[in-house]
C-alpha cells in the first residue's frame, strides 16, 4: 500500500479558482467573443461522401450585398499539402459528407449563410467507402488515389494507409500449450467526444501580417503552429489566446477553421467570428474510429494466459492517422504475457478525420480483449477479478508495448475490488454484473509555469494548460503544499501563446502531472529565491535558512534570535531586498506514471423491448495521488458515462450515400442524467516515483472499462455474447429473438 | 434582421380578425402556445416570413371546466399546469402521465397539449392519450366553433384539419364512467428527451362483473398519424382484459402498424415494441378502471 502522506493542501476539496465565473454565467466561452466591426464566417459543406470538384465559382457570393469575401483552397498556399490543409478545405476532391470547401465572410451570419447558397459547385459523384470490410477488400474504391500502404512505392494504391506489427516470444507454441482458446470478433462503432460547446473563432490580423486568434482549444501552441503551417507563416507571425474550454476529450485538439478565419480577415481587413453548428460539430469534426478487432487467448487450467494474437483495424476517416497504434499497444497492456502477436491496420474511408477522445484507440481494442478475458473465466469457470489477478502487470513487468512498468496499480485496483461491498454482494437473477480492466499511458511533455507573488503575499500562477477538468484547482493546491501557504491566497492563470513559455495541450491526461510538475518547481524556485532573502535579511549563509510551513526559519542549531519570515513577509519588503520574486520552470516532463483502472457493470435488461439499464457502476482507479480528490471523481464518473453512452446507443447511422442522419443530441443519444446511476468511485493511489506528490493521469482510463464491462454485464445475464456494440434496444432484441 | 411578425391578441374574436386579415392578404401566420416546437422549427427548418399570433394568454386556451357530462381543457395549458390539478389527474391519468413525458421540467413549463396535437407529429406523446379518451378538439371558426374528433384530427405528417384562419381552443372530454381507466406508454431508448420510438394508449370501461364493456386502442410513431386501432378495441370488449385478450390486442397493434425504418427504429423492431407498449399499457389501463369502480 502507498504510504501514508501528510499533507496540508492535497487531497482536500476545495472550490475551484474558476467556478463562481462558470456558475454565474461569466466566463468566456469560444463563441462569447465579439470585437468591433466584426464580420462573420460561415463554411460551404460538401452534399456528397466522395466526389471530384470540378468547378467551383465563387462569383454570385462575392457580389452579394454585405459580403466581403469568399474563398476556397484556392487562396491558400498551394505548396502546403498535408492533410491538415486538404482537410481544413478540400481541393480536388470531397472526402465526405460535411467536407469544407469554401468559405464567406459577411456583415450578419444570415448574409454568409445565403452567400453560401450561391457558390456554384459542379460535383463528379464517386461511390463512397464506408465500411473496413469495403475500404480493406481487394480493387477497393480508393479514397486516395495516390496513398500507398506504408508509404511504400512498390505497392499498390489502397485505402490501408500503415499497418503496425510487434510481437513477442512464440504465439504457435503457446496456443499449443493452452487448455482452453477463446476466439472472437468484435465490431465498435465511431463515437463523438460529444463536447458540449461547439467549435469557435475569432481572428484578426494587421495589415504587417501579424495575426491574433482567439478560440476554444486543447491547446493554443498547437493551434498555432498549425494554423502557421496551413498559411505558411511563421509561429511568431500568430498569437493564440485560448478561451475557457466546453469540453474537449480529444476533439479540440485539431484545427478546423482558425486558418480559414485569419485568411478571410487577412483578405477583408476585418476580424472574422467562425462558429460551427451542432450539425456542423457532428458532420465535420472528428469522431473516434470505428474498429474490427479479432482476439484469440488461450490459457492453462489454472488461468495463466499462454498466448494471445490481436489483428486490429481502425477506421482513420478521410485521411491517415486513426488511433490503431495506440490501440496496439494498449489491447494487451493490463497483462504479463509471455507469448503475442498484435497487427494493426489504419483504414481510409469516405468520413471525417477521425481524432482523439479519452484514450484514443484504447477503448475499441480493449473491448475485444477484455470481453475475450471474460469469456475465458467462463469457460474456466473462474472469478473474473481472480483471473485477472493471475495474468496482471505490475513493477517490473515488460510491457508489451517495450518498457518496464515501474510502480503501477492494477494489482491494488483488482483487489480492492474484491474487497469492494459492491462486489461482494452478488447479484439477484435479474441483474447482470460484468467486469473490465482499463488502461491509460499518459504522457509528459513540455511544459512552463510562471509563480508571481504580489506585495502582499498573494500568489498568482501562470501556465498554459487551458482548464478543462478543474487543473487549475490543483495547480493551486500544489502550489499550496509546496509553499506552505493558504490556497485561498493563490490564483491560477492560462496564459496565451505569448504570455507564457511554451506548454503542450491539455491531453493525454498530462497537465496535472507534467504542468503541475513545472508548477511546483516555479514554487520551489520562489522558497530559494525567500530563503536567500531571508538570508540577508539575517545576515546568513543562505544555507544556514529552512523553508519550513511557509516561513523561512534559521536551520536546527544556527544560533540566532530572529522571527521566522513569511511569504507575506518577505514579500512586504521585496523592493528593498532585490525586487519582484518571480519563479520560473520549463521542463519535458518524463515519467508519466500508466494509470490502471477496473470498473463493473450491473444491468437489468427488458427481454422485450432489448432496452439495457445500467444500474450500478462501480469505478477504482489508481490516480497516484489525488491532488484534488473531487476533480479525480468528476474524471472518474464522466469517463463512466462516456464510455457506458458508446456502450448503449452512441452510433453513428450512415445511408448508403454516406450521410449521417442523425446529427443532432436528439437522434445521437448520448446518456442523460436520469439515464445514469450513481458512478460509485474508489481512488486507490499507488504513488508515481516520477512526481514529487506522486501524480498519474487520470483524465482517460476511465472511458476504457466501461464498454467491455457493460458487454460482459449482458452476458452475464443473457447467457449468450452479443459481440459488437452499441447495445442499443433493437440490436439487443434481435440477439434476443434470433437466440429464441 | 427580425423575420417575423408578433401580435398577441386578448381575445378569440380579436384572434380570428387577426387570422382572416393576414390570410386575406396572403400573409402566412403561424400559430404560437408554447413555442416548444415554434421556434426549435423556425430556427432550424424553416425561418420565412411570418405572422406569429400568441394563442397562450387567452381565456379559452386556458380554462378548464369540469361538468358532470364533460370536461373541458384549453389547448395552451402548459403540461406542467396540468399535471397540478390533482382532479384532471384522478379523471384521466394516461392523458396527464403522456404530457408529463413531454421532454424536460423546462420545457413542461410551456409546452402544451393543444401544441402537441396541431404539430401533428406521428411521434406526438398526448395524441393517442386524446384519442382514446374520445376527445372532441374545438376549433374557433368565424362561424362560432366546430368540433372534430382527435382521431380525425392530425391528416398526414406535421399536417392537420385546421384552416389557416382558424385554431384550436381546447378539448371536449366526455367524463369518463365509473370503472374505466387510461393509461399510455411509450418507447424511447433513453429516460428523457427522446421522440418515441412506439407508443400505445388503452382507454377500456369494465362492468361489475369486471367484463370489458368498451375499450379505445390508439397507437403513434408507427405510421404517418397516430391510429386509432378497433381491432384491437375488439379483442378487449366482452373480455376481462386478461392475459390473452391483451396479449391479442397487443397483436392487433402489431399488425395495425404502417412503421418505417429510419434512424430511431427498424420496422421489425417498432412492430414488435408497439404491441410491447399495448399489452402493457392495457394492464395499467385494466388495473385503474378496477381501482375506478366505486
Ligand atoms: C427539448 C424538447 C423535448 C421534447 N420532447 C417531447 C416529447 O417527449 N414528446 C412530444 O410529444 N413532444 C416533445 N417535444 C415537442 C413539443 O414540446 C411538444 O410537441 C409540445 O407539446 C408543443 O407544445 P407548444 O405549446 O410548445 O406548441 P407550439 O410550439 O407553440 O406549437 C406547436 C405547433 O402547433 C401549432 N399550434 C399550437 N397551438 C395551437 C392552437 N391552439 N391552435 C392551432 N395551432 C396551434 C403551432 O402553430 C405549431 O405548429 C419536445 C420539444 C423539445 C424542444
Known amino acids: 500500500m502507498a504510504e501514508v502522506a501528510n499533507f496540508k493542501a492535497i487531497g482536500t476539496r476545495p472550490i475551484r479558482p474558476d467556478g463562481v465565473e462558470k456558475v454565474t454565467g461569466r466566463a468566456n466561452f469560444g463563441a462569447d467573443l465579439n470585437l468591433p466591426d466584426m464580420l462573420h464566417g460561415k463554411v460551404l459543406r460538401s452534399p456528397h461522401a466522395h466526389a471530384r470538384i470540378k468547378r467551383i465559382d465563387l462569383t454570385k457570393a462575392q457580389a452579394m450585398e454585405g459580403v466581403y469575401a469568399a474563398i476556397s483552397s484556392a487562396d491558400f498556399p498551394q505548396e502546403v499539402t498535408s492533410s491538415l490543409s486538404r482537410n481544413i478545405l478540400a481541393r480536388d476532391k470531397v472526402l465526405y459528407h460535411g467536407h469544407a470547401l469554401a468559405a464567406v465572410a459577411a456583415r450578419t451570419p444570415r448574409i454568409a449563410e445565403e452567400a453560401l447558397a450561391r457558390i456554384e459547385v459542379e460535383y463528379e459523384v464517386l461511390p463512397p467507402v464506408l465500411t473496413l470490410d469495403d475500404a480493406m477488400r481487394e480493387k477497393a474504391t480508393l479514397v486516395s488515389e495516390d496513398l500507398r500502404t506504408n508509404d511504400d512505392e512498390n505497392s499498390p494504391p489502397s485505402n490501408i494507409a500503415a499497418t503496425q506489427r510487434f510481437e513477442r516470444g512464440d504465439v504457435t507454441k503457446g496456443f499449443a500449450e493452452a487448455d482452453v482458446i477463446v476466439q472472437e470478433e468484435f465490431r465498435v462503432p465511431s463515437a463523438h467526444q460529444g463536447y458540449i460547446e461547439p467549435h469557435a473563432c475569432v481572428a484578426t490580423s494587421n495589415p504587417g501580417g501579424r495575426v491574433t486568434v482567439w478560440c476554444t482549444t486543447q491547446g493554443p501552441f498547437e493551434v498555432r503552429s498549425a494554423t502557421a503551417g496551413v498559411l505558411n507563416k511563421t509561429v511568431s507571425d500568430i498569437k493564440v489566446i485560448p478561451s475557457e474550454i466546453g469540453g474537449g476529450f480529444g476533439g479540440k485538439t485539431v484545427v478546423y477553421f482558425e486558418p480559414v478565419a485569419v485568411r478571410l480577415s487577412e483578405l477583408t481587413g476585418k476580424p472574422v467570428k467562425m462558429v460551427m453548428n451542432r450539425e456542423e460539430v457532428f458532420r465535420a469534426t472528428g469522431p473516434a474510429s470505428a474498429t474490427l478487432c479479432k482476439i484469440k487467448v488461450g490459457a492453462k487450467k489454472d488461468g495463466r494466459i499462454t498466448a494471445a494474437t490481436a489483428w486490429l483495424a481502425y477506421e482513420a476517416g478521410a485521411f491517415p492517422g486513426s488511433p490503431v497504434g495506440p490501440g496496439c499497444m494498449s489491447v494487451f497492456a493490463p497483462y504479463d504475457i509471455d507469448n503475442f502477436l498484435v497487427e494493426g491496420y489504419d483504414v481510409l474511408v469516405n468520413k471525417p478525420k477521425v481524432a482523439a477522445y479519452r484514450a484514443p484507440g484504447a477503448p475499441q481494442s480493449m473491448h475485444a480483449m477484455e470481453c475475450a478475458i471474460d469469456e475465458l473465466a467462463q469457460k474456466l469457470d473462474m472469478d473474473p477479478i481472480d483471473l485477472r489477478l493471475k495474468n496482471a502487470a505490475k513493477e517490473g513487468t515488460i510491457a508489451p508495448y517495450g518498457p518496464k512498468f515501474p510502480p503501477i496499480g492494477l494489482v491494488e485496483c483488482l483487489e480492492a475490488a474484491k474487497r469492494h461491498p459492491n462486489y461482494v454482494n452478488k447479484t439477484s437473477e435479474e441483474v447482470g454484473r460484468g467486469v473490465a480492466v482499463g488502461f491509460w499511458f499518459n504522457i509528459g511533455m513540455q511544459s512552463s509555469a510562471e509563480v508571481n507573488i504580489a506585495e502582499d503575499g498573494a500568489v498568482s500562477i501562470m501556465e498554459g494548460s487551458p482548464d478543462i477538468g478543474g487543473s487549475r484547482a490543483s495547480m493551486c493546491l500544489m502550489a499550496a503544499e509546496t509553499l506552505g501557504v493558504p490556497y485561498e491566497t493563490i490564483n491560477a492563470h492560462v496564459g496565451d501563446t505569448e504570455s507564457t513559455g511554451f506548454c503542450n495541450l491539455t491531453g493525454g491526461s498530462r497537465t496535472t502531472f507534467a504542468t503541475g510538475l513545472a508548477v511546483v518547481k516555479a514554487c520551489e524556485d520562489v522558497i530559494a529565491q525567500c530563503k536567500a532573502r531571508a538570508a540577508m535579511t539575517w545576515e546568513l549563509d543562505v544555507e544556514q535558512v529552512d523553508w519550513r510551513d511557509g516561513q523561512a526559519v534559521p536551520k536546527p542549531g544556527v544560533n540566532i534570535d530572529v522571527e521566522p519570515l513569511s511569504l507575506a513577509d518577505i514579500a512586504k519588503t521585496m523592493s528593498r531586498t532585490g525586487g519582484p520574486l518571480l519563479g520560473r520552470a520549463s521542463l519535458n516532463a518524463q515519467g508519466a506514471g500508466a494509470c490502471f483502472s477496473v470498473n463493473w457493470t450491473d444491468v437489468t435488461i427488458d427481454r422485450e423491448t432489448g432496452k439495457v439499464d445500467v444500474k450500478a457502476f462501480t469505478a477504482i482507479q489508481d490516480a497516484g495521488r489525488a491532488i484534488h480528490p473531487a476533480y479525480v471523481e468528476g474524471q472518474m464518473q464522466g469517463g463512466a458515462v462516456q464510455g457506458l453512452g458508446w456502450a448503449l446507443n452512441e452510433e453513428y447511422i450512415y445511408n448508403e450515400n454516406g450521410v449521417v442522419e442523425n446529427a443532432s443530441f436528439l437522434d445521437y443519444r448520448v446518456p442523460v442524467a436520469s439515464d445514469m446511476p450513481m458512478i460509485d468511485c474508489e481512488i486507490i493511489e499507488v504513488p508515481n516515483p516520477s512526481h514529487p506528490y506522486g501524480v498519474r493521469g487520470v483524465g482517460e482510463t476511465p472511458i476504457v472499462a466501461p464498454l467491455a464491462a457493460t458487454s460482459n454485464a449482458v452476458r452475464d445475464l443473457l447467457g449468450f455474447r452479443i459481440n459488437d456494440l452499441p447495445l442499443s434496444p433493437p440490436n439487443v432484441l434481435a440477439a434476443i429473438d434470433a437466440a429464441d | ?294
Open chain 2, 1 to 294: 434582421m427580425s423575420n417575423f411578425g408578433y401580435v398577441a391578441p386578448s381575445t378569440v374574436e380579436e384572434t380570428l380578425a387577426v387570422l382572416q386579415r393576414a390570410t386575406d392578404q396572403g400573409q402566412r401566420t403561424q400559430i404560437l402556445a408554447g413555442g416548444t416546437d415554434v421556434i426549435v422549427q423556425f430556427r432550424s427548418l424553416d425561418s420565412s416570413h411570418r405572422l406569429f399570433v400568441d394563442i397562450k394568454s387567452l381565456k379559452e386556451t386556458n380554462d378548464v371546466r369540469i361538468e358532470n357530462e364533460h370536461i373541458f381543457v384549453g389547448a395552451a395549458i402548459p403540461s406542467g399546469v396540468l399535471n397540478e390539478n390533482a382532479e384532471l389527474k384522478a379523471l384521466f391519468p394516461g392523458l396527464l402521465e403522456a404530457a408529463d413525458l413531454i421532454g424536460s421540467t423546462q420545457i413542461q413549463g410551456r409546452a402544451s397539449i393543444g401544441g402537441n396535437l396541431c404539430n401533428s407529429s406521428p411521434a406526438g406523446d398526448t395524441i393517442p392519450a386524446l384519442i382514446v379518451n374520445s376527445a372532441l378538439c374545438v376549433i374557433a371558426t368565424s362561424e362560432g366553433t366546430r368540433t372534430v374528433p382527435s382521431e380525425k384530427f392530425v391528416t398526414g405528417v406535421g399536417r392537420n384539419c385546421l384552416a389557416a384562419h382558424e385554431f384550436l381552443l381546447g378539448f371536449q372530454i366526455p367524463r369518463p364512467s365509473a370503472g374505466t381507466g387510461d393509461a399510455y406508454l411509450r418507447f424511447i431508448p433513453r429516460t428523457e428527451m427522446d421522440i418515441a420510438v412506439a407508443g400505445a394508449a388503452v382507454s377500456l370501461s369494465l362492468n361489475h362483473e369486471g367484463i370489458c364493456e368498451r375499450a379505445r386502442v390508439s397507437i403513434g410513431a408507427v405510421a404517418p398519424t397516430p391510429l386509432l386501432v378497433s381491432s384491437a378495441a375488439e379483442a378487449l370488449v366482452g373480455t376481462t382484459a386478461d392475459e390473452d385478450a391483451l396479449q391479442q390486442a397487443a397483436q392487433a397493434c402489431s399488425d395495425a402498424a404502417q412503421p418505417i425504418t429510419d434512424k430511431r427504429g427498424t420496422v421489425e423492431y417498432r412492430r414488435k415494441v408497439v404491441g410491447v407498449l399495448c399489452r402493457r399499457a392495457g394492464a395499467i389501463a385494466k388495473d385503474r378502471a378496477l381501482s375506478n369502480r366505486n
